[in-house]
T-cell receptor, first 111, second 114 residues
Framework: QKEVEQNSGPLSVPEGAIASLNCTYS??????FFWYRQYSGKSPELIMF????GDKEDGRFTAQLNKASQYVSLLIRDSQPSDSATYLC???????????FGAGTRLAVHP | DAGITQSPRYKITETGRQVTLMCHQT?????MFWYRQDLGHGLRLIYY???????DKGEVPDGYVVSRSKTENFPLTLESATRSQTSVYFC?????????????FGPGTRLTVT
């Protein structure tokens, strides 16, 4: 069974701090990895994707991928209360643009 | 409206009834997906479609039926609803040939089976 694992949280960080979210995946054939943000009662929205080992930065967000360790992370710098949401990690699996999602990590940024 | 829409947004039905959830996208994306989201399970794939008239099962297909006669529509039918099918259902679409596989989600349908 192919899986994506995430700590469910909640991860609580103070405003302005760096939030670090992690995920591991089981399918070594996965090539692309995604971070979606989901506010309560809303649909997931894509914030980052990465398919090369190393770091990818976009504004306050940095995605990190280590294929040897089958590990993906998302760093959020200067965390804001508006970043409080559930973050879903996903990996491609089985072609047809299919994704496997982790259960999500709930992030709470407190003022 | 451009994008991906779902209807209804909320639905309450009784056990044993047939229910159809609608999904419509205006991007002409080739791939479409149905997920259910339950606490502690994240998003689980029910069915997916690679093109009109091409559909296949995902992780949790039992009790569901899909069709795709037109590229833009991908309805999901619960043939005989059960309480265990109470969930939030998301439809998503993705473009064939995109290098990054990203999926775009509809607003979701919250279904309650009593």
């Amino acid at each position: 069974q192919k899986e994506v694992e995430q700590n469910s949280g909640p991860l609580s960080v103070p405003e302005g701090a760096i939030a670090s979210l992690n995920c591991t995946y089981s399918d070594r054939g996965s090539q692309s990895f995604f971070w979606y943000r989901q506010y309560s009662g809303k649909s997931p929205e894509l914030i980052m994707f990465i398919y090369s080992n190393g770091d990818k930065e976009d504004g306050r967000f940095t995605a990190q991928l280590n294929k040897a360790s089958q590990y993906v992370s998302l760093l959020i710098r200067d965390s804001q209360p508006s970043d409080s949401a559930t973050y879903l990690c996903a990996a491609d699996s089985g072609g047809y643009n299919k994704l496997i999602f982790g259960a999500g990590t709930r992030l709470a940024v407190h003022p | 409206d451009a994008g991906i829409t779902q209807s209804p947004r909320y639905k309450i039905t009784e056990t044993g009834r047939q229910v159809t959830l609608m999904c419509h996208q205006t991007w002409s994306h080739s791939y479409m997906f149905w997920y259910r989201q339950d606490l502690g399970h994240g998003l689980r794939l029910i069915y997916y479609s690679a093109a009109a008239d091409i559909t296949d099962k995902g992780e949790v297909p039992d009790g569901y039926v899909v069709s795709r006669s037109k590229t833009e529509n991908f309805p999901l039918t619960l043939e005989s609803a059960t309480r265990s099918q109470t969930s939030v259902y998301f439809c998503a679409s993705s473009e064939r040939g995109s290098s990054s596989y990203e999926q775009y989600f509809g607003p979701g349908t919250r279904l309650t089976v009593t």
